[in-house]
T-cell receptor
Framework: NAGVMQNPRHLVRRRGQEARLRCSPM?????VYWYRQLPEEGLKFMVY????????ESGMPKERFSAEFPKEGPSILRIQQVVRGDSAAYFC?????????????FGPGTRLLVL | DQQVKQNSPSLSVQEGRISILNCDYT??????FLWYKKYPAEGPTFLIS?????DKNEDGRFTVFLNKSAKHLSLHIVPSQPGDSAVYFC???????????FGSGTKLNVKP
């Protein structure tokens, strides 16, 4: 009964490169959420997806960031042309149903470092 | 726009005593509240939740209290154990929201 899986756990990129973060939700969960945690801060919502649909992307920066959750395979958070300010821990969570009064279960996170 | 606030960045408690972690929120639409525990280099782990129709929820050593009129919730851990040392986040959502709003966390240190 695997939990939420994220890979890679650590990712180092140079400025201008692309970062791809993967998230496999818990078995049976079809709702995926991405959060970002900057140093010394709480988690900030980025995007909520269901299979093949973006439901709420109100927390996503307008440029360079995109997310998908295809019918098959993991959810991907993609950051193009990374900058130093993108360095953070990115957490994925999944739930059985949509948000609200449904508990979200978190993965271990991907720590992105932009040099 | 910080809708969920944890004003104490850290708390130190002696083993066996009670730990009380506090959280305030501003959005009256929030109707579901959770506490997560986080160890370094790991993801947050769900601890306990409470719906706005209740004012208290208990699970073993952990109790969450909700005061809707004050827009305040607290997590009580009793007795505190060294293994409880971690960062605790409170989070809130509303039934028609698709996301949780997190506080900035309180780092709890339980001294043996």
């Amino acid at each position: 009964n695997a939990g939420v899986m994220q890979n890679p756990r650590h990712l180092v990129r140079r400025r201008g490169q692309e970062a791809r973060l993967r998230c496999s939700p818990m078995k049976g969960h079809s709702h995926v959420y991405w959060y970002r945690q900057l140093p010394e801060e709480g988690l900030k919502f980025m995007v909520y997806l269901q299979k093949e649909n973006i439901i709420d992307e109100s927390g996503m920066p307008k440029e360079r960031f995109s997310a998908e959750f295809p019918k098959e395979g993991p959810s991907i958070l993609r950051i193009q042309q990374v900058v130093r300010g993108d360095s953070a821990a990115y957490f994925c969570a999944s739930s059985l149903h949509r948000g609200g009064q449904e508990t979200q279960y978190f993965g271990p996170g991907t720590r992105l470092l932009v040099l | 726009d910080q809708q969920v606030k944890q004003n104490s960045p850290s708390l130190s408690v002696q083993e066996g005593r009670i730990s009380i972690l506090n959280c305030d929120y501003t959005n009256s639409m929030f109707d579901y509240f959770l506490w997560y525990k986080k160890y370094p280099a790991e993801g947050p782990t769900f601890l306990i939740s409470i719906s706005s129709i209740k004012d208290k929820n208990e699970d073993g050593r952990f109790t969450v209290f909700l005061n809707k009129s004050a827009k305040h919730l607290s997590l009580h851990i009793v007795p505190s154990q060294p293994g409880d040392s971690a960062v605790y986040f409170c989070a809130a959502s509303a039934d028609n929201f698709n996301k949780f709003y997190f506080g900035s966390g309180t780092k709890l240190n339980v001294k043996p």
